[in-house]
């Protein structure tokens, strides 16, 4: 079946040779050291004895557990929709350090999905869908993947939009609220993730000012246009904020 | 366009042109653990993580005990397993976008599991070159085109292909193909004397043992439920990728064509008498063998029969 596929020439060859393996991107590779001596576990490493839920009311913790689910929904897109990334990266050969960063990049997706679904469930309740159907458009995806398999979309503008422009919406968004976490275990989750959003947008500004000597006129109107779109098609349709 | 770019658009389009044929469901996003072994194996990711810059250490890897020839054999050695290793990144990912599109809001142990397991491969792929590098310096290309089409499958777009069950698709990679790495790495330890080449493959064991758990798993928690047709692709898609792949020398240099061999073989055999991260082709004989036997016991509790594969050098297996 896939052999078979492979052998009759259905899919198409990546030409992989020659595979270099280093570092060319002296920033990146930092980055993809450092995330690999800050791993962490949702379940250990936040002081879940600490949250307390039953000190809150329950229209509190409602308000919470829609929060945290909702958080939760948007995290999973960096499962499902981001990862593409990688492969669009191993296709056009990119430079390795982006390939390492990247998959550890995926892997801090998950851990804050679960470490999200964890905080609603602790809080009483993980809602799995948002409660009014038409928001399932706007939480449901902001189409990454799409675009990252799309060679008509250049790799810039990908990253201006998702890397740059809607990290660094969600970055400040919870710099702005994780000072207001006063609930130690709310705050040590809210921390933890920020410390990896840092490097995930570190990442993105990082490429791009590696990219940005040899953007073409065209590359700029495709960032233009692409970071527009981001935030007229996904941020302003409440994907973040209802 | 230059060729290259064009190639990547050729390769994109495909990609594109797969994740089109899925209908992604992904409400209600269900997260509690359905399979607990599976959430369990993501758990001990978590918990087992390394660094293969701090947690192995490399000032004690101490080259001057070795010849010249030796360190030539094995720098080709760890630079192959490299080229083995790179896939991994590529096709795990693909894999779980693949759940990601085809589980709508189920499956959640194994996308969290799969979120975690292309950087599981990305720090195997570091490990295999600091010590091609540091053995002397990594090969990029096998500068032959028997090996390097040996070593280049399209397996990432076959994990995006519908017309694959996922089923058929983890058999195939997961229980045969990663329990032969496996395998190979633990006959690998066995013969490595260097302390310093030990951690690296114990380490880099311990993550493949808990991919190849997630496959056997997996394939437990579904192949009970397929259906006749379910059961064939599986058993299809194993057969084939046994004949058509492992045994045209995918993981094991000794059965890549002949011209193709030289002078991979030679390197792997001087790396293995010294005790730097290799077994003989012998003992790579017999650990394919045990791979095969083992897998047909285990598909045989769920009544999947492999059918024997011919082989002209092998004979019958």
Not at chain 2, 288 to 294: D, E, G, K, M, V
Request: glycine fraction near 6%; proline fraction near 5%.
């Amino acid at each position: 079946m896939l052999v078979e596929k492979e052998r009759t020439g259905a899919y198409v060859l990546e030409q992989r040779y020659p595979l270099p393996l280093r570092s060319a991107m002296p920033d990146v590779w930092e980055l993809w050291q450092r995330a690999k001596t800050l791993e962490w576990d949702p379940q250990t490493d936040i002081p879940w004895e600490e949250l307390h839920p039953e000190r809150y009311s329950a229209e509190q913790l409602l308000a919470a557990q829609m929060y945290w689910s909702r958080r939760t929904w948007g995290e999973y897109g960096a499962i499902s929709e981001s990862p593409a990334l990688l492969l669009r990266f191993a296709l056009e050969r990119r430079l390795p350090d982006l390939q390492f960063f990247f998959t550890m990049r995926t892997m801090e997706e998950g851990r804050h999905a679960e470490a999200s679904w964890l905080m609603a469930e602790r809080l009483g309740r993980y809602f799995p869908q948002p409660q009014n159907p038409p928001t399932v458009g706007a939480v449901g995806t902001h189409g990454v993947r799409r675009m990252a398999f799309d060679p008509e979309t250049s790799l810039e503008g990908i990253f201006a939009s998702l890397v740059c422009a809607a990290e660094e919406i969600l970055i400040d968004v919870f710099k702005a609220t994780v000072h207001k976490a006063t609930n130690p275990a709310v705050r040590r989750l809210m921390e933890l993730i920020l410390r990896d959003e840092v490097r995930h947008i570190a990442f993105g500004w990082q490429c791009l000012d590696a990219w940005a000597p040899s953007f073409t006129p065209e590359t700029v109107r495709n960032i233009e246009a692409a970071v527009t779109a981001m935030i007229e098609n996904v941020e302003f349709r409440g994907y973040r904020n209802l | 366009m230059s060729e290259t770019s064009e190639h990547a658009a050729r390769l994109l389009r495909a990609y594109q042109a797969q994740e089109q044929r899925f209908v992604e469901r992904r409400f209600p996003l269900q997260f509690a653990p359905e399979v607990p072994v599976l959430r369990e194996l993501y758990s001990q990711a978590k918990a087992f993580h390394w660094n293969p810059e701090t947690d192995i250490a490399w000032d004690r890897l101490d080259t001057s005990r070795h010849t010249k020839a030796t360190l030539e054999a094995a720098r080709r050695t760890w630079s192959r397993r490299a080229w083995s290793v790179y896939p991994g990144l590529t096709e795990s990912t693909a894999l779980l976008i693949r759940f990601c599109l085809e589980s709508g809001s189920l499956g959640m142990d194994a996308k969290l599991f799969l979120s975690f397991r292309p950087a599981e491969e990305a720090k195997h792929l570091e490990v295999c070159h600091i010590l091609a590098e540091r053995m002397g310096g990594y090969e990029s290309d096998p500068g032959e085109a028997g090996l390097a089409r040996a070593s280049n499958h399209p397996f990432g777009q076959a994990a995006l292909d519908a017309d694959v069950p996922v089923e058929a698709y983890v058999a195939a990679l997961g229980a045969l193909d990663d329990q032969l790495d496996l395998n190979l790495y633990l006959g690998h330890l066995r013969s490595a004397r260097d302390e310093v080449v030990r951690t690296a493959i114990r380490l880099i064991a311990s993550d493949r043992a808990r991919h190849v758990a997630f496959a056997w798993a997996f394939l437990g928690s579904r192949v009970p439920t397929l259906d006749a047709g379910g059961r064939a692709a599986v058993i299809d898609t194993v057969r084939e990728f046994l004949a058509h792949v492992v045994l045209a020398g995918y993981r094991n240099t000794w059965l890549l064509p002949e011209k193709s061999r030289e002078p991979w073989l030679a390197a792997e055999e001087e790396t293995a008498r010294h005790g730097l991260g290799a077994s003989s082709a012998t003992q790579e004989r017999g650990i394919l063998r045990a791979t095969i036997a083992q897998l047909r016991e285990r598909f045989a509790s769920w009544n999947l029969v492999l059918p024997v594969v011919d082989h002209p050098e092998l004979g019958t297996i």
